[in-house]
């Protein structure tokens, strides 16, 4: 049965309201500012543009609760990477830490330089020095006992030049984004080259990301039953590389859903970015440009840690949202 | 200041009230059944136990919210596994669908066999065998193609003893299981020596289980740029194996906390039963015992798929519960 005219026009009116409600209700969320460390202008304006067209129901671009994935690189995206990527300065530690049951490593590079305290020429051998330092430090033992080795050493261990706690050196403009993301039925994921056990330990914590929410690089482990007790012991293999075309192919194999926010800051996040934003529907990438030399580090095209050449070209091309780190933030470090 | 006697016994009261506002809480739940395809017994009386033990906040055994992780294997755990895997059959019809374009296969095993209908010749290459059915017709694809290939034989293709759908040969009782212990601040993860992109596309409209809570098998992808669109391919080569000491490895990688509740019916979940229960800590560990001929099949210790031989003595070792689902489930399919 049709329902009488006053009803129907009723019903019509209440679908309106709810929608004025809705607008309303996004308007008032932005008023208290959630991004209180962001400066005003056209990056916060893109930012909220998209949340409010994402989650507005009455929004031709309206997503689904379930399908709001966000992914965000960690190294220099929220937290620092500079002088090196936090994860090498753990693994340098673990070579001196471990370097008097090794007394072999006296005349075998890379680790003879870095005993010897030159760093550079350690890493002097590439990716393939890089690859021995981090197998030989991250690997012959249990997964439980190399989380209590980075529990530790999380909890200790100050940066170089900050003299702070490296999980202070995290982004208060980024904490306040995956917040805000967050509190709009946002999942929100790391999607890092770092090591999964690395980050797992410290990111619920920190960034409110729990562990099943981080994906990242690995190595292989094998399960074993040792005294009645079942482990699982890191092996000196990689598994997996959570890096540049690497990580469309971990979203996919961990999540199972394309995002539709990512958030990177090198040319390792070049395909997570395509990945996210080239299949049409509204969709948000953005890129932090770390302009800083001041208050944090400025480096783009040229540097050895976290270098942004490639992806910040094609951020132009495809009107990704750069954040340059000097003026759209009012803040950088909490401990500033 | 201390506070006054009064005020004091009125908190200790307030705080033995409120824990027996929680246990009534609890015995309702339990009064609605939740669990009503289940027969009343031993089995059922260990479930709730369990769940009531590390939900009740003045419990000793209290677990947290965020720590409540549950995984159940898919194949004779959810849904049925006779006469063969599922997803074998999904395979060899897809042999037969990409025949015409494959002329060669009339001289080689095991396609030959298959495409004169002879099954048993077919598998009889062992595991070979199968790999090689199974990596020819799950790659040289886009995942989007797939899963849409997927998603038209689920919705088409009728099981050969009971003409049904296979996503109607889930087991009722399993359901409301996933269902009760998500009621009860659960994360559920199926985590199945199946194919992770064989299962998203059907696993949150049939058991509510959201993609990112699928740990499965999986082919080695990768992603390309094509057209200015990104793709990711699947390549025929095996990236990890989810079954026996691989369930431990996929569910530390995927989920990076251990499950305090974990449900199987076959020697392939054995390390996940024992990596659930075996590090202290009430947990749960289920196993479900395919007795019943009439309603189902009855099979264990000698049968080709899902063969329970070493699990099932685990189980009287280790105090597992053991599902007969002859005697422990009135229903077993919603279609009886």
Chains 1, 2 share one sequence.
């Not at 329902?3 to 679908?15: C, D, E, K, N």
């Not at 929100?188 to 920190?206: L, N």
Request: some cysteine; charged content about 25%; aromatic content about 12%.
């Amino acid at each position: 049965m049709r329902p009488p005219i006053a009803f129907s026009r009723l019903g019509y009116a209440y679908v309106l309201a709810s929608c004025v409600l809705l607008l309303t209700g996004g308007c008032a969320t932005v008023q208290t500012d959630p991004l209180s460390a962001w400066n005003d202008g056209k990056v916060k304006q893109e930012i909220v543009s998209f949340v409010a067209k994402v989650t507005t129901q009455c929004s031709p671009d309206y997503v689904p609760v379930p399908e709001r994935i966000a992914t965000f690189d960690n190294d220099g995206t929220l937290w620092a990477e500079q002088p090196m990527y936090f994860q090498l300065i753990f693994a340098l530690d673990r070579v001196k830490a471990l370097a008097p049951q090794h007394p072999e490593w006296k005349d075998k590079e890379p680790f003879a330089s870095l005993l010897k305290g030159d760093v550079k020429g350690a890493l002097a051998g590439g990716e393939k020095a890089i690859v021995e330092i981090l197998l030989t430090t991250h690997t012959g033992m249990t997964n439980a006992e190399f989380e209590a080795i980075v529990r530790e050493w999380v909890a200790t261990t100050k940066h170089p030049r900050f003299g702070e706690l490296y999980t202070s050196m995290v982004y208060q403009p980024m904490l306040e984004l995956v917040a805000y993301l967050r509190a709009n039925g946002f999942k929100t994921y790391i999607v890092s080259a770092g090591g999964i056990e690395f980050m797992r330990p410290w990111t619920e914590r920190i960034y409110g990301v729990p562990p099943e929410q981080v994906v990242g690089s690995s190595i292989k482990t094998r399960f074993e039953m040792r005294d009645g007790r079942p482990e699982l012991f890191r092996l000196p293999e990689i598994n997996f590389i959570d890096d540049k075309a690497g990580k469309p192919v971990g979203i996919n194999e961990f999540i199972g859903r394309r995002p539709i926010a990512a958030f990177g800051n090198s040319d390792g996040d070049l395909e997570m970015l395509q990945w996210t934003t080239m299949s049409g529907g509204v969709r948000l990438g953005l890129i932090v440009h770390h302009t800083d030399a001041e208050r944090e580090y400025a480096y783009d095209r040229n540097t050895e840690f976290g270098k942004l050449d490639q992806a910040l070209d094609a951020a132009a091309v495809n009107k990704w949202t750069v954040v340059s780190m000097k003026d759209d933030w009012k803040r950088i470090f909490a401990f500033q």
